[in-house]
């Protein structure tokens, strides 16, 4: 036998390359929707990376809630945002892209602000993030959904986003805010509030 034979058994052999790994970002570059390749450092890859993280603080939000109403809220917002992300990743001059994220989301998540501040029982000072654990997790996704605000305005061509993308990303900080603080109610734990001089 010879050693391309032997060549051509150990390759049918091993296992099959997974898809996983592409092997095309290995000298630190990557593409957009378009296939352009941008560096990993590019604003538009920060925002959409942003994203990426905070849909996966919600995850871990999702499985500290209580109540499936708002386990179901998550769910709906976690699909916005994935949709939000493809939108970040398409210079829609190269591709024409219509996000799901329209005036009805942004109408839906002012309501469920409405709802939770219900439950939350208004404003009582500045509150210093923390108590149980699906608040503080709430809080963390507020500062990191501020923090993809923020870099979104730093992408380039940013202004050309519809504007109820942008209506969505600051309203669902707030909700986060909101539902921290009935998280906190709900389950018994009294908010820290901020004082000068503690």
């Not at 925002?47 to 109540?67: C, H, P, R, V």
């Not at 009582?124 to 500062?143: D, E, I, M, N, W």
Request: aromatic fraction near 8%; include cysteine.
């Amino acid at each position: 036998m010879n050693e391309d034979s032997n060549i051509t058994r150990a390759r049918q052999n091993s296992p099959r390359k997974s898809n996983v790994y592409t092997r095309t970002g290995d000298t630190g570059t990557t593409s957009l929707a378009s296939g352009q390749r941008v560096p990993k450092t590019n604003a538009r890859l920060e925002a959409y990376g942003t994203l990426d993280e905070l849909n996966s603080f919600i995850g871990l939000l999702m499985s500290n809630l209580t109540e499936e109403a708002d386990r179901n809220f998550l769910l709906q917002v976690q699909n916005h945002l994935f949709s939000l992300g493809s939108r970040l990743a398409t210079d829609a001059e190269e591709i024409p892209w219509r996000c799901s994220v329209d005036e009805q989301a942004v109408a839906d998540m002012e309501h469920a602000i409405d709802e939770a501040d219900q439950v939350a029982g208004g404003w009582r000072g500045f509150v210093l993030p923390g108590g149980c654990q699906a608040a503080s997790l709430a809080h963390v996704c507020r500062t990191v959904c501020r923090r993809l605000e923020r870099r979104v305005y730093a992408m380039e061509g940013w202004e050309s986003l519809e504007p109820e993308l942008l209506q969505y990303v600051n309203r669902l900080s707030d909700y986060f805010f909101i539902l921290a603080k009935k998280q906190n109610i709900l389950q018994g734990v009294e908010e820290k509030i901020w004082k000068k001089r503690s």
